[in-house]
């Protein structure tokens, strides 16, 4: 069965800290994997990772990929409270077309 | 603007009744989805429908029902076969072919309560 797994579930941090988030899977035929950021309500995209060692940058926010470790980090630097959110990663498969979901980080930045 | 548009909002239904969620696309977005949201859980598939009068079953189907009679719209119904609906509800939209598919668009949602 295709999975997600994401770590850690939650996370406390203070503003200006550094926080790595993880996402594992488990998926047959791998095409993509996705990164979004959900406030209150919908989720936003941050990144589509597809190439395994290249990494996307956006202002604080990084994430690269692993095929070989099945896996991939996002990275924020410099925390602020506006990136309290919850993290969501989602991978792709070829044979459904389907995203899976993992569970999402809560990330609380504290000032 | 172009976006994803869900409404009500906020939704309450008594025991036994049926409801339909709302969601709307203008981006021409041929594929749409509907997920569920608990907390804990992350989001769950019930329905997605890659072109109009077409529609599969995602992972938690039983106890909803959709349509697509058009490529703008895909309405959620949670019948009273649901047991436990009170959720967060979410749709969200994406180009049908090639990897550009897998960036879904998400709507601002509908929280779901039983009373």
């Known amino acids: 069965e295709d999975k997600v797994v994401q770590s850690p579930l939650s996370l406390v941090v203070h503003e200006g800290d550094t926080v790595t988030l993880n996402c594992s899977y488990e998926?047959?035929?791998?095409?993509?994997l996705l990164w979004y950021k959900q406030e209150k309500k919908a989720p936003t995209f941050l990144f589509m990772l597809t190439s395994s060692g290249i990494e996307k940058k956006s202002g604080r926010l990084s994430s690269i990929l692993d095929k070989k470790e099945l896996s991939s980090i996002l990275n924020i630097t410099a925390t602020q409270t506006g990136d309290s959110a919850i993290y969501l990663c989602a991978v792709s498969s070829s044979n459904t077309g389907k995203l899976i979901f993992g569970q999402g980080t809560t990330l609380q930045v504290k000032p | 603007d172009g976006g994803i548009t869900q409404s009500p909002k906020y939704l309450f239904r008594k025991e036994g009744q049926n409801v339909t969620l709302s969601c709307e696309q203008n981006?021409?977005?041929?594929?749409m989805y509907w997920y569920r949201q608990d907390p804990g859980q992350g989001l769950r598939l019930i329905y997605y429908s890659q072109i109009v009068n077409d529609f599969q079953k995602g992972d938690i189907a039983e106890g909803y029902s959709v349509s697509r009679e058009k490529k703008e719209s895909f309405p959620l119904t949670v019948t009273s076969a649901q047991k436990n609906p009170t959720a967060f509800y979410l749709c969200a939209s994406s180009a049908h072919s090639g990897r550009a598919r897998d960036t879904q668009y998400f709507g601002p949602g509908t929280r779901l309560t039983v009373l």
């Open positions: 981006l021409n977005h041929d594929a």
């Open positions: 998926v047959t035929n791998f095409r993509s």
